[in-house]
């Protein structure tokens, strides 16, 4: 392990905000402390004042975030899990054996598994490979790609390994022209770049809310838009329609089954105001500045190998390189142990992005800044990687 002593920073530096944002604002720990103290009855579930106090937070979370996605109607925002939970909801509800979907390749697992699985049951599936190793699909290359039986065009809108942000609005554009279906994977956009399911044509928009929307675990959203039915994963009860067997048809209950995540909305429902006050704009502006300073420091490290610091194209946040001499979990090891600096390294859980990237199978370092993220710590990230350079395999 490198000496620590000549750059000391006295508190621990988290920089994996792309696998989930930390801390929160305080008025996410506070909205969480109040519902379970004073309001944590069951939605739908009772006349008395505990479950309507709790249905109203959930309705004032759905209908904040319906405006925050320019949704048509707020019952079209489902509360779900965490993205993954939201994807295969839309991709399992959606797809049936005959079916051909077309995906992007820097796909998550998250999509990638699911479409994997309805493969198998008899769906068909072309991934496009970009065209360079920013990993952007081409809107030509998807145009191209569409058959008689083409159901879905489903797309990651920014790679959590890379950053890139894709043009989904040219991709919705196509969708709606050949009347298919388009789903988009905005767990790492949502919060930090507008999204308008109207205007970009989409259909089915998943993310977290744990990540760019400063909710809680445990929370996460599918928009769903008015051309699309999909088969509910699990039935159950919805505290409505009670007297019939059938799953009921109306939204939001047809896709929300069980008990909600009542306290996670409530966070994530604190989450979202807080982008509305402190503005998005101002959120971005601030992480776009650590990853200039973040690519600015890297690139001046002799033996650090840095992946698409390219400012020509639209990045959120994520910063991925290796080291020529170390391997990135060795490295990840060490900025935790001798540094308390939290990062992600490996696959990331995106495999092909990093065959597309030449990173396959070691995979990368990611840094993800945030909110809440100074250029002090961003500085002392960078002394602590020049230092394990420096020290070779200490
Ligand atoms: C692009 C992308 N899609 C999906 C997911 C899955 O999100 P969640 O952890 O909320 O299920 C992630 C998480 O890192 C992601 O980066």
């Known amino acids: ?147 008689a039986d083409t159901r879905l065009i489903v797309v990651t809108h920014a790679s959590n390994v890379t950053g890139v942000i894709q043009p989904i609005e040219n991709y919705g554009a196509i969708a709606r022209r050949h009347n298919l279906v388009f789903m988009v994977d905005a767990a790492q956009t949502a919060g930090k770049h507008s999204i308008d399911v109207q205007a970009s044509n989409i259909d089915l928009l998943a993310f977290s809310g744990h990540k760019g929307v400063f909710g809680p675990p445990g929370t996460g959203v599918l928009y769903v838009g008015d051309r699309v039915e999909l088969d509910p994963l699990r039935d159950g009860g919805t505290g409505s329609h009670s007297e019939q067997e059938e799953q009921p048809s109306s939204l939001p209950y047809r896709y929300e089954s069980g008990t909600l995540n009542t306290c996670g909305i409530a966070g994530l429902g604190a989450g979202l105001k807080y982008i509305l006050q402190e503005g998005m704009e101002r959120i971005r502006a601030h992480e776009q500045s650590l990853l200039e300073h973040l690519w600015d420091g890297l690139s001046r490290i002799g033996g650090v190998i840095l992946y698409l610091p390219d400012r020509g194209l639209k990045h959120v946040a994520i910063v991925s390189f290796n080291l020529e001499r170390q391997e990135p979990g060795e490295a990840g090891i060490i900025l935790d142990q001798a540094f308390d600096i939290k990062v992600r390294t490996g696959l990331h859980c995106a495999p092909a992005a990093h065959k597309i990237l030449g990173t396959y199978p070691l995979g990368t370092i990611r840094l993800s800044p945030g909110y809440f993220n100074t250029a002090e710590e961003i500085d002392f990230c960078l002394q602590a990687i020049e230092r394990i350079v420096r020290q070779g395999n200490v």
């Open 1 to 147: 392990m490198p000496n620590t002593s000549e750059h000391e920073c006295d508190a621990m530096i988290y920089l994996d905000n792309a696998a989930t944002s930390w801390p929160k604002p305080e008025s996410v720990y506070q909205a969480m402390d109040d519902f379970l103290r004073t309001k944590g009855g069951n939605p739908g579930r009772g006349i008395h004042s505990m479950a309507v106090a709790a249905g109203e937070t959930v309705e004032e979370a759905r209908l904040l975030m319906a405006r925050f996605i320019n949704a048509p109607e707020a019952q079209r925002v489902i509360f779900t899990l965490n993205c993954t939970d939201a994807l295969n909801m839309g991709l399992k509800g959606l797809l049936k054996p005959g079916d051909h979907v077309i995906t992007d390749g820097m796909g998550h697992n998250s999509v990638v598994r699911p479409l994997r699985k309805l493969e198998q049951r008899g769906v068909k599936i072309s991934r496009l490979l970009p065209r360079s190793e920013a990993g952007v699909v081409s809107a030509q290359d998807i145009e191209a790609a569409i058959t």
